[in-house]
């Protein structure tokens, strides 16, 4: 028999149930023990659930009843739980997911253009948060901020309590939806629990509710128009659901249908799905009216709609791009040759997850979907040109040396947030850099943690082993789970931006290959025609393109584009160094410019200079350092002693 219907992927039981001091507020729920009915809980036990009835999560949907699907997901507050709640935050709020140009931004039970900075705090003590998509089949026909906002007060009277939640609606899909975020402490501080058999039918059943008031009782040909969608999904529906559970060995047989319409139509519902899982080829007719279900039918249909999700994505990237591209290419964690290509699309594959993806073009007019996690599709810009390969981690990691090498200084703990706010104390990163500084470590920590080396205890800290990069060597010897997509921008600006870049670009580099390939179809059509603009800007400036002596002047140009802004910033002059020049100073910081160089600077009291950095570690804030080019030309730079410094 099939999996009950939860419509929901939660991995936690939360129970609404008071809990004893101490207990943990979200508990694992075990060897798929199911949990307990509200309508079974003792009156003495039921707590801050009271006013949640039976018929609030078991009520069955009456024919002709508003549908909406509700899909919810529990965040904890660790730091990695932060980060994540913060980059699914960033996600929501993007461009281009309102009614119109601008953004909507978030609202509540009464105000509304609430910026994301107001939801992204997180409140003292809150233990975790709850993420809700609540997306009526009818939405284009609701006002969904009234909508939203009376589901909120429905759910927060079943609750007995008054939440602090934060909503935002998105319109850029073909069904429109809202996004709802519950913090984990109420309005008097209080932690919030919400039972999984709630969050599963109770919401949901109290959304249909609603709907079906606001809009009706569906009628005749809006069912049957809502059956014949359901039937011809590429995706797993309630019907494949129902499927299973009437099935015994994957075996199912229709008996004659009841005398009802709602009976009828029922079996006619089934039996039309089963026509459409045969043409898919999952599903096959055995004799009369006896059917056989494919094996994993469940997992088969969930790829076949991530298939068809991908090939949605690809085609408006190349209706976007206006060029006919060579073909697609879906790509798994072994993405194989490295792949070049055009930034054209990213996203998240599930908008409750943090799965991303990119949609690259690359120069033989093929598109590719790529997966990647939520913060590397974050970090990319569209029109970026950049580089994906799989690496193998058969070395530590230098997260792991960072990990080994604080903890050793506190007695073999390791905590995220201390460490972060030390890197920033110590120059290594900037404040700007500290949510993904975080997101990566603790990203590290649970994989290590997964393989067993590392281990977590309360206070969101970790016991870390003396011996972690021997450890971390020893396993990846052994251990074939090694392998991670990893993308490098070849240059920081995205192509369009780069046409009149003053600074050494990726068309510069490749000018040549861009205008004489005899092949362009896809994105090569656009990268050649944007090579053409690039070249007639040039020729304004007196370079001629795709030349030695053009890359070497603009790679001055950036030089002093940033001289420019290091000078207004401090108020000394710049002194350019000429071969076997020498200067003393402390380092103001290392700049990384567009065209991916990276300079130190260096100051002293009266005047500043800059090289070109290549080498790791990057030099802290304020240490003295003496910097010069040689007779060849080439940058060198040496720590001196303090007091050296002039």
Do not use: C
Not at 107 to 127: W, Y
Not at 197 to 205: A, K, M, V
Not at 396 to 422: F, L, Q, R
């Amino acid at each position: 028999m099939g999996k009950k219907d939860t419509y929901d992927d939660l991995p936690l039981r939360v129970d609404l149930r008071a809990k004893k001091k101490g207990e943990p507020a979200v508990s694992l729920r075990r060897g798929g023990a199911k949990p307990k009915r509200l309508s079974n809980l003792k009156p003495s036990r039921i707590g801050p659930i009271r006013g949640v009835s039976a018929p609030a999560t078991r009520t069955p949907e009456r024919l002709g009843s508003r549908r909406v699907v509700v899909k919810a997901r529990v965040i904890k507050m660790t730091a990695y739980g932060v980060g994540a709640a913060k980059l699914h935050l960033r996600y929501l709020d993007r461009e281009g997911t309102g009614q119109g140009a601008e953004r909507e931004g978030f609202f509540d039970r009464e105000g509304e253009g609430i910026q994301r900075q107001e939801v992204d705090a997180i409140r003292e003590g809150e233990p975790h948060q709850f993420r809700l998509i609540v997306s009526p089949e009818d939405a284009e026909r609701l006002d969904l901020k009234a909508y939203t906002r009376k589901l909120m007060g429905q759910v927060e009277s079943d609750l007995g309590r008054k939440l602090d939640w934060k909503a935002i609606n998105h319109y850029n899909t073909d069904n429109p939806h809202t996004h709802i975020v519950i913090h984990g402490l109420d309005q008097k501080g209080e932690e919030v629990f919400i039972d999984r058999e709630y969050i599963s039918n109770g919401i949901r059943h109290r959304a249909a509710e609603l709907a079906t008031q606001e809009l009706g009782h569906r009628l005749e040909h809006e069912i049957r128009d809502s059956i014949q969608k359901e039937i011809k999904a590429k995706s797993f529906t309630r019907a494949d659901r129902e499927l299973i559970q009437q099935s015994q060995d994957n075996r199912i047989t229709f008996d004659v249908a009841g005398d009802t319409p709602a009976a009828r139509l029922q079996r006619s519902r089934l039996l039309g799905r089963l026509q459409e899982l045969e043409r898919f080829g999952y599903a096959e007719k055995v004799a009369g009216q006896q059917w056989r279900l494919a094996d994993h039918l469940p997992d088969k249909l969930k790829q076949l709609g991530q298939y068809d999700e991908a090939m949605t994505r690809l085609k408006r990237a190349e209706q976007q791009l206006g060029y006919p591209a060579n073909g697609y290419r879906l790509h798994d964690s072994t993405i194989g040759n490295p792949l070049e290509g055009v930034v054209l699309d990213r996203g998240l594959s599930d908008e409750m997850s943090e799965r991303g993806y990119l949609i690259l073009g690359s120069r033989d007019g093929v598109l590719h979907q790529v997966p990647v996690s939520n913060l590397s599709q974050e970090e990319t810009r569209v029109g970026q040109v950049i580089r994906v390969q799989v690496l193998e981690e058969k070395s530590v990691k230098a997260a792991d040396w960072n990990i080994a090498g604080y903890a050793a200084a506190h007695d073999g703990i390791y905590h995220a947030e201390s460490h972060a706010t030390w890197a920033i104390e110590a120059g290594k990163i900037t404040p700007a850099q500290q949510e993904s500084y975080l997101h990566a470590h603790q990203l590290r920590l649970n994989t290590l943690s997964n393989l067993g080396v590392v281990k977590s205890i309360e206070g969101n800290r970790w016991q870390i082993p003396e011996n972690l990069p021997d450890q971390v060597q020893a396993l990846a010897q052994k251990d074939s789970r090694t392998t991670r997509a990893v993308f490098v921008a070849q240059h920081q600006l995205p192509i369009d931006t780069q046409v009149t870049y003053r600074g050494r670009t990726w068309l510069d580099e490749h000018y040549h290959e861009l205008i004489e390939d005899s092949r362009p179809q896809g994105v090569a059509i656009k990268l050649r025609n944007t090579a053409v603009l690039r070249a007639q800007w040039l020729a304004g400036q007196g370079l001629e393109a795709g030349t030695q002596a053009s890359r070497s002047a603009l790679d001055n140009m950036e030089r002093q584009t940033l001289a420019a802004q290091v000078r207004q910033k401090t108020g000394l002059p710049f002194r350019p160094l000429a071969a076997g020049e020498s200067m003393q100073g402390k380092v103001l910081g290392v700049v990384d410019v567009p065209s991916n160089r990276r300079y130190a600077v260096i100051a002293n009291s009266k005047e500043f200079s800059m090289v070109p950095w290549k080498q790791e570690p990057l030099p802290p804030k304020g240490m003295n350092m003496a910097i010069g080019i040689n007779p060849q030309g080439r940058a060198w730079s040496k720590q001196i002693q303090k007091g050296i410094a002039r």
